[in-house]
C-alpha cells in the first residue's frame, strides 16, 4: 500500500504542555511507517489547543517528534521529515480534525491516507473520517499504534484504562447520537 500522507491524531499535552504519553506512541508508531513504508508522503499532525495549554497538541507533537527524529536517526532525515511536516491547529477533537484535514488534503491531491491513532480510539476516527470524507475519492487506511493498552495492563494503572474506556465509550455514544440527529 502506497500512502501519500500520514494524518496523526492529537493526544493530552502534560501540564508543561509537552506531549503525553499517548501522543509519544502515537507519533512513534506513525514516525516508523512514515521511514519504512512510505517516506516521501506528507505527515500532517492534527490537534488544536485544548485544556489551558499555550501550544496547540499538533505543534507540540511536530516539535518532538522533529527532535526525537534527529536525535535517533540524524539530521538529514530530521530535516526530510521537516520537508514533509503539515500542521492542523484549528482542531479540538477528533470530528473537527476531519473537518480541518480534507482542506489540505484537497489542497494538495492527496488520495491515499494513513490515519494513526491507537487501537482504541482509531475505529472511532475511522469512522468519523470516512463519514466526514464520504463522497470523496480518499482512500482511508488504519494505522493503528500498538502498545499502551497492554502497557498500561502490566503495569496496573487499571484506573487510567477504565478512564480511557469510559471517555472512548462517551465519545462514540455522543458520535452515534449526531449521525441519528442528523448533524
Avoid at 105 to 125: C, F, P, T, W, Y
Avoid at 126 to 135: D, V
Wanted: glycine fraction near 10%.
Amino acid at each position: 500500500m502506497t500512502l501519500d500522507c500520514l494524518i496523526v491524531l492529537g493526544a493530552s499535552l502534560n501540564p508543561q504542555g509537552k506531549p503525553g504519553r499517548l501522543a509519544k506512541m502515537r507519533l512513534l508508531h506513525a514516525l516508523e511507517v512514515w521511514r519504512s513504508r512510505c517516506p516521501g508522503a506528507f505527515f500532517i499532525i492534527s490537534g488544536g489547543v485544548v485544556g489551558g495549554n499555550q501550544v496547540s497538541e499538533a505543534r507540540a507533537m511536530a516539535e518532538w517528534a522533529l527532535n526525537w527524529v534527529g536525535e535517533n536517526w540524524g539530521a538529514g532525515v530530521r530535516e526530510q521529515l521537516r520537508s514533509c511536516l503539515l500542521l492542523e491547529e484549528a482542531s479540538r477533537n477528533t470530528a473537527a480534525s476531519a473537518v480541518h484535514t480534507l482542506p489540505l488534503l484537497k489542497k494538495l491531491n492527496l488520495k491515499s491516507v494513513g490515519l494513526v491513532s491507537d487501537a482504541l480510539h482509531l475505529r472511532r476516527a475511522r469512522y468519523l473520517f470516512r463519514r466526514h470524507f464520504r463522497g470523496r475519492r480518499i482512500a482511508l487506511h488504519s494505522c493503528p499504534a500498538p502498545g499502551i493498552y497492554r502497557s498500561y495492563w502490566v503495569q496496573r494503572r487499571y484506573l487510567r484504562l477504565g478512564k480511557m474506556f469510559l471517555r472512548e465509550g462517551g465519545a462514540w455514544l455522543k458520535a452515534l447520537a449526531r449521525r441519528t440527529l442528523g448533524r
